[in-house]
């Protein structure tokens, strides 16, 4: 048998406007029809192929992951994580890559962050009166930004602090038709969305290029005053006879940016969003919090990540014939290995909308049946940050702020670029506030 799996059969058009409008819908209508091996036509990238079975997935990032090109299926985004990004690379490149960045973003030089990233949400919530009404997902869009460029960046300079702080969400907020249609990239006399977004890169560059400088020029006068930031430990690697260049150092940095700023900070309003309409929740929490029981904090994080995934898939193309499930895949097809639907699947989490902290306390399931960072060599090398910023961050507010949710009704899911965000922003009432502003 070599035909795809079967699909829906609405015009390409029709399938990309329901994939980018309402992707979650979307692909769970696709999985109750047509199960959890269903085709799509998406305009950009022809014939996709969803997987989401736990087996079919650990074959695709691990057993056979050799067989599929993870650079190549992130090819639409190339123009703004560059060409040295880790994204765009695969085998011995890819490994020698990943190790460069291991070190910076391992898990006792990330535990250096979290008085900065106290500092950070300290601040935000000084603001908060009781009364007012907070959306959450723009406060952790500041917040995990400012992670982002004092923490990882290491930039102190205020007025690149300031101009960072405006370009990045403009940088980040892609328009979906540069990265779907080809065609879109042009500079249409410097208008047009992409000499907008050229015009965002170059400026953002400048400043990463600049900070790279002077840190050499440090490094060089001063070889043992380097800070913590990943930024700065990159730099010292660069001393080496390995080097790194200026422009892999870019590179890499907005990686990190594009990949781990605006996801955490979805993340961490979908986590108040769930906890906060699910019986008993937040009180579960808060208790755990108080005790420092980050076993179960852990655990209703990971139930949030399940329960309201921030992107439904990630790419893989076939560099090779692969079989799977009767199917003869040819080389160069495209696969959607959809890690969402796979935490939506009924089979294997039932009552799948429903928010509970017991699916993984005191038991965890089945690592197979939930892969929130991805998986093999390719799993995001960020996990450990990550964690340890939603944990320090929903500690901090819970330590200091009572809060409730603004109505009573879930907030649905809708997309923002590549995220899946809470439609309302995670609107919550401040309760009460032990932080605010006059009060110290």
Known sequence: MSTLPPGPKLPAVIQTLM???????????????????????????G????????????RILRDDASDFDAAAANESIRFVV????????????????????????????????????????????????????????????????????????????????????????KLLDVNPLIILLPVMRRQFGGFGPWAAFQRLLRETDEIIYAEIRE????????????????????LAKGQDSAGVTDQELRDHMVTLLAVGQETTATQLAWFFERVMRAPGALKQVEAAVFSEDWKLLDAAIHEAIRARPTTLDIGRIASKEWKADGYVFPKGTMFAVSLG?????????????????????????????????????????????????????????????????????PEGVTPKGPML????????????????????
């Open 341 to 409: 639907l796979l935490h939506l699947s009924e089979d294997l989490h039932p009552e799948p909308e429903n928010y509970s902290i017991d699916r993984f306390h005191p038991v965890e399931p089945p690592s197979a049946h939930f892969m929130p960072f991805g998986g093999g060599s390719h799993r995001c090398l960020g996990a450990s940050l990550a964690m340890v910023e939603m944990r320090t961050i929903i500690s901090t507010i819970l330590r200091n702020v009572r809060l409730r949710p603004r109505s009573a009704t």
């Open 47 to 58: 014939d996709v192929v969803y997987i989401s079975t736990p087996d079919g997935i650990r």
């Open 82 to 169: 560059g060409e040295h990004s880790l994204l765009m690379s695969g085998g011995a490149e890819h490994t020698e890559r990943r190790k460069v960045l291991m070190r910076p973003l391992h898990g006792n030089n990330v535990a250096t962050y979290v008085e900065v990233m106290q500092s950070i949400v300290e601040q935000e919530i000084r603001q908060w009166t009781a009364g007012s009404t907070v959306r959450l997902l723009n406060v952790f869009q500041r917040v995990t930004l400012e992670v982002m460029i004092r923490a990882v960046f290491g930039i102190t300079d205020s007025s690149r602090l300031d101009r960072l702080r405006q370009l990045v969400p």
């Open 421 to 440: 965000v809470p439609r309302r922003g995670a609107e919550v009432v401040i309760a009460e506030n032990h932080m605010m502003a006059g009060r110290e």
């Open 19 to 45: 994939w980018v409008v309402a992707p979650v819908k979307f692909g769970k209508a696709c999985l109750r029809r047509y199960g959890p091996l269903f085709t799509a036509r998406i305009v950009g990238f």
């Open 215 to 234: 840190r050499r020029a440090e490094l060089a006068v001063n070889p043992d005053g380097r800070g913590n930031d990943v930024l700065s430990i990159l």
